[in-house]
């Protein structure tokens, strides 16, 4: 047993292509004293592939919590964890949360190993906003619970994103099109960095047509970008108090004059006020 706590690896593994591993994931993998993952039979493909014989356990959505306490009381014993879900970066809509948590809240190291993510993959990709967006993980399975949530987000100007099963997408792509306008755009990936990986940007109508002609559409994991509303800025312009008052402003004074008074009046912007001046003054 070591004096010195161990330390939390939070590991992001392939989403498809086994070559999409860094030296660094796999050094790190070849040296922590344990490996939890949330599927040792999936894992062991991937661990064996690099070479990797470390001890594995496995941590899931239905035993993570209560595995979490333990985990953490190995590592400030010395022992250093790493965790990797089946495919890209856990904790995101993977496994891990729990342990992740205890460990910040005792003070454990955590240190992120980066690498696959479908869901920034898929963003980076798609063609459509990204500087701003919003995660929406894995969608409710039932279309009530699906439309609903998609009103609270038909007026996110941000692109949003969520994850959806090859059983549910052609549903899902129903689901939406009763709510956001024909014409919206969105982009769907599937099989990201495999043999058969599709991105595709359209719009919600198009995209309707394409899941009937296309069946392959309806295989694999599914990421699914849907590209911000767009509200549009009515133009500024001032009340009947304001403008009234502006008129009877220019009736005594000098545009400049005017508008220095109107301001402190009305409290508008100078610069609508003064353009607003001019329209007046041109107009007689």
């Given at each position: 047993?070591?004096n010195?706590p161990?330390k939390l690896?939070?590991v992001a593994?392939?989403?498809g292509?086994?070559?999409?591993?860094?030296?660094?994931?796999i050094?790190?993998?070849q040296?922590?004293d344990?490996?939890?993952?949330?599927?040792?039979?999936?894992?062991r493909t991937?661990?064996?592939?690099?070479?990797i014989?470390?001890q594995?356990?496995s941590?899931?959505?239905?035993?993570?919590?209560q595995?979490?306490e333990?985990?953490?009381?190995k590592?400030?014993?010395?022992?250093s964890?790493?965790?990797?879900?089946?495919?890209?970066?856990?904790l995101i809509?993977?496994p891990?949360?729990p342990?992740?948590?205890?460990?910040q809240?005792?003070?454990?190291?955590?240190?992120p190993?980066?690498?696959a993510?479908a869901?920034?993959?898929?963003?980076s990709?798609?063609?459509l906003g990204?500087?701003q967006?919003?995660?929406l993980g894995f969608l409710?399975?039932?279309?009530?619970?699906?439309?609903?949530?998609?009103?609270?987000q038909?007026n996110?100007?941000?692109?949003?994103v969520?994850?959806e099963?090859?059983h549910r997408i052609?549903?899902?792509?129903?689901?939406?099109a009763?709510i956001l306008?024909?014409?919206?755009?969105?982009?769907?990936a599937?099989e990201?960095?495999?043999?058969?990986?599709?991105?595709?940007?359209?719009?919600?109508?198009?995209?309707?047509t394409?899941?009937?002609?296309?069946s392959?559409?309806q295989?694999?994991?599914?990421?699914v970008?849907v590209?911000g509303?767009?509200?549009?800025k009515k133009?500024?312009?001032?009340?009947?108090?304001?403008?009234?008052?502006?008129?009877?402003?220019?009736?005594?004074?000098?545009i400049?004059?005017?508008?220095?008074?109107a301001v402190?009046?009305?409290?508008?912007?100078?610069?609508l006020l003064?353009?607003t001046?001019?329209?007046l003054?041109?107009a007689r």
């Amino acid at each position: 047993m070591s004096n010195q706590p161990g330390k939390l690896y939070v590991v992001a593994s392939p989403i498809g292509n086994l070559a999409d591993f860094s030296h660094r994931a796999i050094a790190t993998l070849q040296h922590v004293d344990l490996i939890c993952a949330e599927d040792t039979r999936h894992a062991r493909t991937l661990l064996q592939h690099h070479g990797i014989t470390t001890q594995c356990t496995s941590l899931h959505q239905h035993n993570e919590q209560q595995s979490a306490e333990g985990l953490i009381q190995k590592i400030k014993n010395g022992t250093s964890i790493a965790i990797i879900s089946d495919a890209g970066t856990p904790l995101i809509s993977d496994p891990g949360m729990p342990v992740v948590a205890l460990a910040q809240a005792s003070g454990i190291k955590v240190s992120p190993i980066p690498g696959a993510c479908a869901l920034i993959a898929a963003l980076s990709a798609s063609g459509l906003g990204v500087s701003q967006f919003s995660f929406l993980g894995f969608l409710p399975r039932t279309s009530n619970a699906r439309i609903s949530l998609f009103e609270e987000q038909k007026n996110n100007t941000e692109t949003w994103v969520f994850y959806e099963s090859c059983h549910r997408i052609d549903a899902c792509i129903k689901d939406l099109a009763s709510i956001l306008p024909a014409q919206r755009e969105i982009a769907i990936a599937r099989e990201i960095t495999k043999l058969h990986e599709t991105i595709i940007k359209s719009t919600i109508q198009d995209m309707l047509t394409l899941f009937a002609q296309d069946s392959n559409m309806q295989r694999g994991e599914l990421v699914v970008m849907v590209s911000g509303a767009r509200i549009e800025k009515k133009p500024e312009s001032l009340t009947d108090q304001q403008l009234n008052t502006l008129k009877v402003l220019l009736t005594e004074c000098s545009i400049k004059t005017a508008v220095q008074l109107a301001v402190q009046i009305t409290g508008v912007r100078k610069k609508l006020l003064y353009q607003t001046a001019l329209d007046l003054s041109n107009a007689r």
